[in-house]
Every structure is written in C-alpha cells, then in structure tokens.
C-alpha cells in the first residue's frame, strides 16, 4: 500500500536507536523527508545516511536534550529550516528508571516531568502553528502501555505518562477539524536497549543470559514472546499518513496482548 507519504516532512524524536528508529525507518521507506534527534551527532548521522538507503527524500541529524527546553526549541527550529517544514512531529525520549510508588521521590518527579511532559508538549506548540495554518499535521506521541494498565516497578513511567493520554485527547479534540491528528503509540514488552538493560539484573542475579530472561518473560504474553522493534514502526508510518486523517485522540496499543482489558 502506497501511504501517500512522499512530500512530507517528519522529525522523529529519540531516533537514534529503539522504536523512535524503527518509526524513522518505516517513515524513510515511504519516501518522507526526515530529521531525527538524539543526544549524539555521531551516532544521529549513522542513522541519516542509513534513513537515505531506505528511501528518505532527505535525512538529517540534530543533536538535543530532551531535558533542556531550550534545546526542544533549536531543535524544532532547526528541523524546520533542515527540511522547509514539519509535518509529521514523533515525540519520543528514553524513559525514566524503575522504581515503585513508595519510592518515588519529588526530585525524580521533577527531573522526568520535564522529559516525559514539559519537553514534548513545548516543541509540539512550537510546531503546531504551521501545522494548523497548512491544514495538515500528524503529532505521535510513544508512550507505554502501562498508561493502560500500570505496570509493576514503573511508578514514574506509569504516573507521568498519564499526564500525556490527558493532553493528547484534549488536543486531539481542539485541532481535529483542521487536518492535524494527535495519537499515542503504546509499546507493550518490545526487545530494546531499555527491555534488555531491565532484564540484566535478573539475569545476573540467576546466571543466565539476557537473552534467556527475555524468552522466559515472552512466555506470560499471550503472543508468547517479545516483539521486534520493526513491528512497532509501520504503525507510525500509518498514523502519519493521510490513510489514517479519521483516526485521533486514541491510545494504540502494540505490546502481543500483554493487557488484560479491552
């Protein structure tokens, strides 16, 4: 299917690895012009000229810290004057460590607040305007699915992510009958850096491989294993199309059936 991409302008937050590339790289698939930011010039640049083997009209990397609210600003600037335009606006970043409720400190609140929140409300506002006077945008925000059902020792994750299912319906509702779409993409238990870093410490308390741990916790999915990355992005690269303009203000989930509810 031909998701009539070609011509549009995406920046793709947290590309450099994980599902914000594998969204890059469905998106790059379909012809789309493509900015992608990360922390490190080097490695964004790695993922620039791979983006252009798979088909990207054009791709570009900018450094930015998602913890920096002036970075989200030269960042959006930045894209907009890289590729003319943004278009299709992904907002993703790494997410916060492992804790439970009773642990969970105003410091660490404070500290992810800005990433998980502030940050990318702020570059979405930024962009916005263009968007609306255009009549057509498309904001992704990657959240979880523990914004669906809470998950154990993720009490940051599960708290501030929430916040971002309110802004996104509300959103959605505000600027639907002017062509912009804002959806969440919510990944279930998908074989990351992150996935394989939580599981290192089980593995090594049991002397087995990350790899092990991994298959054994698969088992509890109904799907019966782990995703890939590369199944989460087609999904995006829909979500961004002009195929998907009457779908917005939902929550999709990918995670094998990991929830329990419908």
């Known amino acids: 299917m031909d998701l009539g991409l070609k011509g549009k302008r995406a920046l793709v937050m947290g590309a450099s690895k994980g599902l914000g590339r594998s969204i890059a790289d469905a998106l790059a698939a379909e012809g789309v012009a493509i900015a992608v930011s990360g922390r490190e010039q080097a490695s964004l640049d790695v ?128 600027v639907a009958a002017e062509g912009i779409t804002c959806n969440i993409m919510a990944p279930g238990p998908i074989v990351t850096d992150r996935t394989r870093q939580m599981a290192t410490g ?27 990355a590369d199944e989460f992005g087609p999904l995006g690269a829909f979500l961004a199309s002009p195929k998907a303009a009457y779908i917005t203000g939902s929550v999709m989930r990918v995670e094998g059936g990991m929830v329990k509810h419908v």
């Open 47 to 174: 993922v620039a000229q791979a983006l252009l083997a798979l088909g990207a009209e054009k791709a570009v990397g900018i450094p930015a810290d998602v913890a920096s609210g002036a970075d989200m600003d030269k960042l959006a600037d930045a894209a907009v004057a890289a590729l003319g335009g943004v278009d299709i606006l992904v907002l993703n970043h790494g997410g916060p460590p492992p804790c439970t409720a009773l642990d969970m400190t105003e410091a660490d609140l404070v500290i992810w607040f800005q990433r998980i929140v502030l940050s990318p409300i702020r570059i979405a506002m930024r962009l916005l305007p263009a968007m609306r006077a255009q009549k057509f945008g498309r904001i992704i925000t990657i959240g979880s699915a523990g914004m669906q059902q809470p998950l154990p020792n993720l009490a940051l994750s599960n708290t501030l992510r929430a916040a971002m299912v309110g802004w996104n319906k509300t959103l959605s509702n505000e």
């Open 202 to 228: 089980q593995a090594t308390k049991e002397g087995r491989s990350v790899e092990e741990v991994i298959a054994e916790r698969g088992k509890t999915i109904p799907a019966g294993r782990f995703g890939a």
